[in-house]
């Protein structure tokens, strides 16, 4: 199985922002950095 970064952090984020709505403006920037530094480095991919 092979897992990229990018939606698995989608997910989390997704999970984190339905417990926790106040958390909301965080998470997301806490993602988008993130996703751009994964864009600016190229893809992780998590093998399982």
Same mark, same amino acid.
């Given at each position: 199985?092979? +897992?990229?970064?990018?939606?698995? #952090?989608?997910? #989390? &984020?997704? +999970? /984190? #922002? /339905?417990?926790? %709505? ?6 997301? &920037?806490v993602y988008?950095?993130? +996703?751009g530094?994964?864009? /600016?480095?190229? %893809?992780i991919? /998590?093998?399982?």
């Open positions: 199985m092979q +897992v990229t970064l990018g939606p698995l #952090i989608s997910l #989390i &984020a997704g +999970v /984190l #922002i /339905l417990i926790m %709505p106040k958390l909301l403006n965080y998470i997301i &920037a988008l950095i993130v +996703v530094i994964v864009g /600016l480095f190229g %893809p991919n /998590l093998k399982f």
